[in-house]
């Protein structure tokens, strides 16, 4: 598990990531594994682990595009009026 996450290039694609929840599903539903036909589970697993996939690749893109994009500054005008009187006497 650990050598998976690991490994993994700094881009994070959907494949990876549905290889990474697959394993931790099936590791956290071991038990119920037993009372479900094999194929089924497997099935199931996959189908979840996609569905899941799909959502943190998105999420793991849309951070790394905010990071990189430095946040921009606006110029702010003050107006007060002690300021207004002095630029008028001026």
């Given amino acids: 598990m650990t050598e998976t996450t690991g490994k993994t290039s700094p881009k994070l694609s959907k494949k990876e990531a549905r290889k990474i929840v697959y394993q931790k599903l099936s590791n ?5 594994k037993a009372s479900v036909k ?3 589970f497997d099935s199931n697993l996959k189908k979840a682990s996609k569905l899941f996939a799909a959502d943190i690749a998105k999420a793991i893109a849309k951070q790394k595009q905010q990071l ?5 500054i606006k110029a702010v005008k003050d107006n007060l009026p ?4 002095v630029e008028a006497v001026v």
């Fill in 82 to 85: 002690s300021q207004g009187a």
């Fill in 38 to 40: 094999e194929k089924k």
């Fill in 28 to 32: 956290a539903l071991a038990e119920y």
């Fill in 68 to 72: 990189k994009k430095p946040a921009k």
